[in-house]
């Protein structure tokens, strides 16, 4: 069973600094790139979107709106992969989460399901 566990959120001004955590069941870690998602209800779309992504041997990508701010790494030993945040903006505010690419769950019900509770970051004066 798929487990997902995001922590590290919290309440930080403008400019500010967060470090996300997301802790993964050993099944899904080990062979997959993983990504950190967020979703904020203020985005005109509500859909949860892709900020950064790494893969199995670290390549990164990332979303234009974080690029230079945001930096995604992992760490294979813990299965724990990490989303360092600088410069934070009143636009970041959302739930973060994290979660393998799609193509690993064999259903798309599956990966709707795999989904953790998030971590809520809020930039805010």
């Known amino acids: 069973q798929v487990q997902l566990v995001e922590s590290g959120g919290g309440l930080v001004q403008p400019g500010g600094s967060l470090r996300l955590s997301c802790v993964a069941s050993?099944?899904?870690?080990?062979?997959?790139?993983m990504g950190w998602y967020r979703q904020s209800p203020q985005s005109p779309t509500k859909q949860r979107e892709l900020?950064?992504?790494?893969?199995?041997?670290?390549?990164?990508n990332y979303a234009e709106a974080v690029t230079g701010r945001f930096t995604i790494s992992r760490d294979n030993a813990k299965n724990t992969v990490y989303l360092q945040m600088n410069s934070l903006k009143p636009e970041d505010t959302a739930v973060y989460y994290c979660?393998?690419?799609?193509?690993?769950?064999?259903?798309?019900?599956?990966?709707?399901?795999?989904w953790g509770q998030g971590t809520q970051v809020t930039v805010s004066a």
């Open positions: 900020v950064a992504h790494i893969t199995r041997d670290g390549s990164t």
């Open positions: 050993g099944s899904i870690f080990n062979h997959n790139a």
């Open positions: 979660n393998a690419d799609p193509d690993y769950y064999s259903t798309l019900d599956a990966f709707i399901a795999s």
